[in-house]
């Protein structure tokens, strides 16, 4: 694969999570990865009837705006983030788009913006970041539930993933 990440905190987001997410995407993915300066919290998105951010607003905003040097980039936020569809999303990108989303507001409740997540919270970003992050490089949902592509709409679920992909999936992203 070729390209770089960058990875986008956007709001108060502890600067380890943005961190361990650069590094994970170096690691799995092979590519350059690195953290970039913050952007103010995405209050413009903010749905007053369900008191929730909405995620494609917010994709919409960072598409219009291509930060020099990277080919994709990963966000990292700490708020309730939704599509119309469904209660809520732990993440959200577009296949083969150039920007996705994930939020440590899902997943889990030992988060405050100041301390870095405990070790839960962190495999669970990392999961969700990389499964987002690979919808950017064209693959879709897998039906192998030993794959993290496979989609996972509960933690419970999250949790079972592994934080790699199926062979199939590995081969489609070279
Ligand atoms: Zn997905
Ligand atoms: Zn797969």
Redesign the pocket.
């Known amino acids: 694969m070729n390209g770089s990440i960058g990875v986008l905190p956007i709001g108060k987001v502890p600067e380890t999570a943005c961190s361990a997410v650069a590094a994970h995407v170096r690691s799995v993915l092979g590519l350059e990865a690195a953290v970039l300066a913050p952007l103010a919290e995405p209050d413009y998105a903010f749905d007053r009837n369900r008191m929730q951010y909405n995620a494609a607003t917010i994709l919409r905003t960072l598409e219009a705006m291509p930060v020099p040097g990277c080919t994709k980039i990963v966000a990292v936020l700490n708020v309730d983030l939704f599509v119309p569809v469904f209660t809520h999303v732990f993440g959200e990108a577009r296949e083969g788009g150039p920007c996705a989303l994930v939020s440590l507001y899902r997943l889990g409740q030992d988060l405050h913006p100041e301390r870095p997540p405990g070790p839960q919270i962190l495999d669970r970003l990392l999961k969700v970041a990389l499964h987002e992050a690979a919808h950017l490089f064209d693959l879709v949902h897998?039906f192998?539930d030993q794959?993290l592509?496979h989609f996972s709409m509960d933690l419970e679920a999250l949790d079972r993933l592994p934080l790699s992909?199926?062979p199939?999936?590995k081969a489609l992203l070279k």
Do not use: E, I, L, P
Request: aromatic content about 12%.
């Open positions: 897998c192998d794959c592509m992909f199926c199939t999936c």
